[in-house]
């Protein structure tokens, strides 16, 4: 059973669209949220969040998490060929430490 | 700038033959974990690793893997015969201890033939 969904699986834009990738969980004694850029090779760690309603920003990225109907977005303005890449949300909870990793969004920007 | 350093980068090894991936850490995590992505599909967690010890492990972690840390700041997964499925991208990824962030090293690409 999925703990972490995220939707689109895919997405194609144009340069300079704006785009909001979501991540819902279902994970009990949630600990953090985290978002991921992945590449060609590792994921790259873009922000974690652990409030509710307490926007995280990184120049044309922000994120932001409802701990009450159990997602996060992140949008991503303005974007950019550099953008293009898999976008991965993890939560941690339950029990343990582990982190629960959704499939991803596979992001395309078109020049 | 991933915290720790993994090698090798990428080994092509055959069915049955046994694989160790190292993991060095740069600063001094107490806290490692194992994660594994198959080409195409979800970061899988594989184990976590605690002061030396075994914190938790998947069902994925079977008895054909190991973890050890043999000389006390290099970590190891060690896979002892090595199946067709186990071909994917083994990531090590430390945790600070007062954070809930983890951190992915490069990977090691294992592909098994």
């Known amino acids: 059973e999925d703990k972490v969904v995220q939707s689109p699986l895919s997405l194609v834009v144009h340069e300079g669209d704006t785009v909001t990738l979501n991540c819902s969980y279902e994970?009990?004694?949630?600990?953090?949220l985290l978002w991921y850029k992945q590449e060609k090779k590792a994921p790259t760690f873009l922000f974690m969040l652990?409030?509710?309603?307490i926007e995280k920003k990184s120049g044309r990225l922000s994120s932001i998490l409802d701990k009450k109907e159990l997602f996060s977005i992140l949008n991503i303005t303005a974007t950019q060929t550099g953008d293009s890449a898999v976008y991965l949300c993890a939560v941690g909870g339950d029990t343990g430490n582990q982190f629960y990793f959704g499939t991803g969004t596979s992001l395309t920007v078109i020049p | 700038e991933p915290e720790v350093t993994q090698t090798p980068s990428h080994q092509v090894t055959q069915m049955g033959q046994e694989v160790i991936l190292r993991c060095v850490p740069i600063s001094n995590h107490l806290y490692f974990y194992w994660y594994r992505q198959i080409l195409g599909q979800k970061v899988e967690f594989l184990v976590s690793?605690?002061?030396?010890?075994?914190?938790?492990k998947s069902e994925i972690f079977d008895d054909q893997f190991s973890v050890e840390r043999p000389d006390g700041s290099n970590f190891t997964l060690k896979i002892r015969s090595t199946k067709l499925e186990d071909s994917a991208m083994y990531f090590c990824?430390?945790?600070?201890?007062?954070?809930?962030?983890?951190?992915f090293g490069e990977g090691s690409w294992l592909t098994v033939v």
């Open positions: 990824a430390p945790k600070p201890i007062s954070g809930n962030t983890i951190y």
């Open positions: 994970v009990t004694n949630f600990r953090s």
């Open positions: 652990t409030s509710s309603g």
């Open positions: 690793f605690y002061n030396n010890e075994i914190s938790e």
